[in-house]
T-cell receptor
């Protein structure tokens, strides 16, 4: 049973370009969460999605950031017109239920904006 | 070795000793907590969880203690090994009706040979 798969592992973008980060949850998991981590800091919640629905996006910036989890395929975190401050590690987690259950993380995508 | 709260983010212990990592959480209504281990360049790895109706839970070489009165969580690791060196995060679920984990600052644990 494969774990949470994220790709790419490393992504370099120039300022103003778009970044697309993908996350395939564990088999049987329909709840996906995205977190951002700056160096030497904890993970900051961004968004929680269930198949085709955004449940909680309170941690996501209102502009340039969007997330989706379509019926088929991986969850996508999309960052438009990237700026240097977007450079961070982005982690995806998944769980089988939506509350008080183990959430398993992927290895992350490290985004560098140059 | 033991650290208190989030004021000492680095903890060094001798191999074979027990270690205690502490965490102060913020929301008295949080009802679910998880400890994660994160090695350099990797994603957080689930260690152990505890629900608010419990005050202690044990796993393999790890024990989590929950004190709801003072909103304090601790992770005890017995007989530490070099592979235990990592950053440890506590996380509380602050979602209402959903999962919204809020992570603490983290503690870097170093195991000395």
């Amino acid at each position: 049973n494969a774990g949470v798969m994220q790709n790419p592992r490393h992504l370099v973008r120039r300022r103003g370009q778009e970044a697309r980060l993908r996350c395939s949850p564990m088999k049987g998991h329909s709840h996906v969460y995205w977190y951002r981590q700056l160096p030497e800091e904890g993970l900051k919640f961004m968004v929680y999605l269930q198949k085709e629905n955004i449940i909680d996006e309170s941690g996501m910036p209102k502009e340039r950031f969007s997330a989706e989890f379509p019926k088929e395929g991986p969850s996508i975190l999309r960052i438009q017109q990237v700026v240097r401050g977007d450079s961070a590690a982005y982690f995806c987690a998944s769980s089988s239920q939506g509350k008080n259950t183990e959430a398993f993380f992927g290895q992350g995508t490290r985004l560098t904006v140059v | 070795g033991e650290n208190v709260g989030l004021h000492l983010p680095t903890l060094s212990v001798q191999e074979g000793d027990n270690s205690i990592i502490n965490c102060a959480y913020s929301n008295s209504a949080s009802d679910y907590f998880i400890w994660y281990k994160q090695e350099s360049g990797k994603g957080p790895q689930f260690i152990i969880d505890i629900r608010s109706n419990m005050d202690k839970r044990q796993g393999q070489r790890v024990t989590v203690l929950l004190n709801k009165t003072v909103k304090h969580l601790s992770l005890q690791i017995a007989a530490t090994q070099p592979g235990d060196s990592a950053v440890y995060f506590c996380a509380e679920n602050m979602g209402i009706g959903a999962q919204k984990l809020v992570f603490g600052q983290g503690t870097r644990l170093t195991i000395n040979p």
